[in-house]
């Protein structure tokens, strides 16, 4: 079963370069969304009656010119970005809903991890200020001066790590280490990066286990590390997902223990044994050996992995190739085992493996659709060409997940109909499964679509999310995630605004509405996981 969806995805990958599957036909209940949703032009190709030996050389001329501009600017470490600029009409909208959200943030939950904004008060979880770090470098790209300065009085004055607190060592590293770091690259403030060494020397315990693959969780005080509370194994898009940060802390301290670590883990799992490419979503720290059927996903527990391949790549000067060999070897399998069309569609998207690879699942989740804009990424470093139809097509389906609900906003996990089922619907939604937590994905995405192609279509459809989230997210005190997309009367507010809304959602759809593109190329920085911007360094 699995085998044919993946055929037949592929022969309609490999036989369909020229457009991408023209706009479905309208759901009953989204007439009004699917008519302005008409799938933008490829990237530009060279004229079809050349043939084929001029255009390949023409191809390949666009990406030697490419590789030049990439490699001038490689060796140097990047000055901040010339902030800032005149504000577009639409940027001004998402300045206007990040003062919101820090007012209520400020208001009843300073200091503290997360703002319940119904309850006005606040929730703690790793004890960390989460969302004022989360939230500093977004403040600061943003030009908004007062509420940045009062982030930096709370991070010189209150901000400490010798806390008896158990912390997840991914979650704290993509958005403290990675918050910390971005600041201090585009500040050059001496208290961040004092901050990140301090946190990154009490982090580096997670190491400490029979494999070097880092165990899941750190107590911060003891330096102890241990296996998540719920399991024995750790996550793999977790121990895969702390290299960009840790290298960057030592490139610039000068020490290298940090970098030495990181690329032990990455090296370990380049030598496990994969499925074409794929990984399962579960490994042991004692061991280095993965959990026996162990899911295959690009979401949950998975979906960083390969976004972390393609992006260390890029943060050491394309120099360490195995990086890039894996993530190609990966999309391979991606489009052989897990791409599937769906009826009556023929939309395309990425389901999952489980029970040891044997069952194909239609199931896709909201967090996946970070890929569409990780493989535009990869085809502007040269990746494969047809990498880019895939990611429109997922950037399709995406967005459709969230402009086909009656909120515009997506579903944590969406279905997909593989078969006719004779009605008009490509997918649908399980009520556990129907809650949107202020996730930035597809917003993310959009954002690297249009900065490679210039098509405001992406913005277009990035405003039409961000008008869901003002709709169905905002309250009084800032803004909550919900328990239901598909009703615009009982969206069962869930009263928690997570940082990464402040760390990654507001700043990709501020980066997507920018008239200068330039201001934050993608020849210069890479965006950790948590959307932090680091610099790209030469090897
Ligand atoms: C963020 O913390 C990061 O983007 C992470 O990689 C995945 N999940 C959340 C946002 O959805």
Same mark, same amino acid.
């Given at each position: 079963?699995?085998?044919?969806?993946?055929?037949?995805?592929?022969?309609?990958?490999?036989?369909?370069?020229?457009?991408?599957?023209?706009?479905?036909?309208?759901?009953?209940?989204?007439?009004?969304?699917?008519?302005?949703? $008409?799938?933008?032009?490829?990237?530009?190709?060279?004229?079809?009656?050349?043939?084929?030996? =001029?255009?390949?050389?023409?191809?390949?001329?666009?990406?030697?010119?490419? !590789? &030049?501009?990439?490699?001038?600017?490689?060796?140097?470490?990047?000055?901040?970005?010339?902030?800032?600029?005149?504000?577009?009409?639409?940027?001004?909208?998402?300045?206007?809903?990040?003062?919101?959200?820090?007012?209520?943030?400020?208001?009843?939950?300073?200091?503290?991890? /997360?703002?319940?904004?119904?309850?006005?008060?606040?929730?703690?979880?790793?004890?960390?200020?989460?969302?004022?770090?989360?939230?500093? !470098?977004?403040?600061?790209?943003?030009?908004?001066?007062?509420?940045?300065?009062?982030? %930096?009085?709370?991070?010189?004055?209150?901000? /400490?790590?010798?806390?008896?607190?158990?912390?997840?060592?991914?979650?704290?590293?993509?958005?403290?280490?990675?918050?910390?770091?971005?600041?201090?690259?585009?500040?050059?403030?001496?208290?961040?990066?004092? #901050?990140?060494?301090?946190?990154?020397?009490?982090?580096?315990?997670?190491?400490?286990?029979?494999?070097?693959?880092?165990?899941?969780?750190?107590?911060?005080?003891?330096?102890?590390?241990?296996?998540?509370?719920?399991?024995?194994?750790?996550?793999?898009?977790?121990? $895969? +997902?702390?290299?960009?940060?840790?290298? @960057?802390?030592?490139?610039?301290?000068?020490?290298?223990?940090? =970098?030495? #670590?990181?690329?032990?883990?990455?090296?370990?799992?380049?030598?496990?044994?994969?499925?074409?490419?794929?990984?399962?979503?579960?490994?042991?720290?004692?061991?280095?050996?993965?959990?026996?059927?162990?899911?295959?996903?690009?979401?949950?527990?998975? @979906?960083?992995?390969?976004?972390?391949?393609?992006?260390?790549?890029?943060?050491?000067?394309?120099?360490?190739?195995?990086?890039? !060999? !894996?993530?190609? &070897?990966?999309?391979?399998?991606?489009?052989?085992?897990?791409?599937?069309?769906?009826?009556?569609?023929?939309?395309?998207?990425?389901?999952?493996?489980?029970?040891?690879?044997?069952?194909?699942?239609?199931?896709?989740?909201?967090?996946?659709?970070?890929?569409?804009?990780?493989?535009?990424?990869?085809?502007?470093?040269?990746?494969?060409?047809?990498?880019?139809?895939?990611?429109?097509?997922?950037?399709? +389906?995406?967005?459709? +997940?969230?402009?086909?609900?009656?909120?515009?906003?997506?579903?944590?996990?969406?279905?997909?109909?593989?078969?006719?089922?004779?009605?008009?619907?490509?997918?649908?939604?399980?009520?556990? @499964?129907?809650?949107?937590?202020? %996730?930035?994905?597809?917003?993310?995405?959009?954002?690297?679509?249009? /900065?490679?192609?210039?098509?405001?279509?992406?913005?277009?459809?990035?405003?039409?999310?961000?008008?869901?989230?003002? $709709?169905?997210? %905002?309250?009084?005190?800032?803004?909550?995630?919900?328990?239901?997309?598909?009703?615009?009367?009982?969206?069962?507010?869930?009263?928690?605004? =997570?940082?990464?809304?402040?760390?990654?959602?507001?700043?990709?759809?501020?980066?997507?509405?920018?008239? @200068?593109?330039?201001?934050?190329?993608?020849?210069?920085?890479?965006?950790?996981? =948590?959307? /932090?911007?680091?610099?790209?360094?030469?090897?």
């Amino acid at each position: 079963m699995l085998g044919v969806a993946g055929i037949v995805a592929l022969t309609y990958v490999i036989t369909n370069h020229a457009e991408p599957s023209a706009p479905p036909a309208a759901s009953h209940s989204a007439d009004h969304v699917d008519s302005y949703l $008409t799938p933008p032009p490829l990237l530009p190709h060279p004229p079809d009656n050349l043939p084929e030996k =001029e255009k390949e050389a023409v191809e390949n001329e666009v990406f030697a010119k490419k !590789d &030049e501009g990439m490699r001038e600017g490689r060796d140097q470490i990047v000055p901040p970005p010339g902030l800032p600029q005149k504000r577009t009409t639409r940027q001004e909208a998402i300045v206007a809903a990040m003062k919101h959200a820090w007012k209520g943030y400020k208001t009843y939950a300073w200091g503290h991890d /997360h703002l319940k904004p119904i309850s006005r008060t606040r929730n703690d979880w790793l004890r960390l200020g989460l969302t004022l770090i989360d939230a500093l !470098d977004t403040l600061w790209i943003m030009d908004l001066k007062e509420e940045f300065s009062e982030a %930096r009085e709370w991070v010189s004055t209150q901000l /400490h790590f010798n806390l008896n607190q158990d912390v997840n060592l991914f979650e704290t590293t993509i958005r403290v280490l990675g918050g910390l770091l971005s600041t201090y690259h585009l500040t050059k403030e001496q208290v961040f990066l004092d #901050k990140a060494v301090d946190l990154g020397d009490r982090l580096i315990a997670g190491f400490n286990s029979g494999s070097g693959v880092p165990f899941a969780d750190v107590n911060l005080y003891s330096r102890r590390a241990s296996k998540p509370k719920w399991g024995p194994d750790s996550s793999t898009s977790e121990v $895969t +997902t702390i290299q960009l940060e840790f290298r @960057d802390l030592s490139r610039i301290t000068g020490n290298p223990i940090y =970098e030495e #670590k990181v690329n032990f883990v990455s090296e370990h799992i380049h030598k496990l044994p994969k499925t074409e490419g794929l990984v399962p979503i579960f490994i042991n720290a004692q061991t280095g050996q993965w959990r026996s059927h162990s899911t295959i996903t690009l979401g949950a527990r998975g @979906d960083s992995y390969y976004e972390y391949l393609l992006k260390q790549w890029i943060q050491t000067g394309r120099t360490k190739d195995y990086l890039r !060999d !894996d993530f190609n &070897e990966s999309v391979s399998g991606m489009e052989h085992l897990l791409a599937a069309r769906t009826e009556p569609s023929n939309l395309l998207f990425f389901g999952e493996l489980h029970g040891g690879s044997k069952n194909f699942v239609n199931k896709m989740d909201e967090l996946t659709c970070y890929l569409p804009g990780t493989l535009a990424l990869g085809v502007h470093y040269g990746m494969p060409k047809h990498h880019m139809t895939l990611a429109e097509q997922l950037m399709y +389906t995406c967005t459709l +997940t969230w402009l086909r609900q009656p909120t515009n906003l997506a579903p944590e996990i969406t279905y997909f109909n593989t078969q006719p089922t004779g009605t008009n619907e490509d997918f649908f939604v399980k009520n556990n @499964d129907a809650h949107y937590l202020l %996730r930035p994905e597809t917003i993310e995405s959009l954002w690297y679509m249009y /900065h490679l192609t210039g098509n405001k279509t992406y913005q277009d459809w990035g405003w039409q999310m961000f008008q869901g989230i003002e $709709t169905y997210c %905002r309250v009084e005190n800032g803004y909550t995630s919900i328990g239901n997309v598909r009703s615009t009367v009982d969206t069962k507010p869930k009263d928690k605004m =997570e940082s990464f809304f402040l760390g990654e959602t507001l700043k990709y759809l501020y980066l997507l509405f920018m008239e @200068d593109q330039s201001t934050f190329s993608i020849d210069k920085w890479v965006f950790n996981s =948590e959307a /932090h911007p680091l610099p790209i360094y030469s090897h």
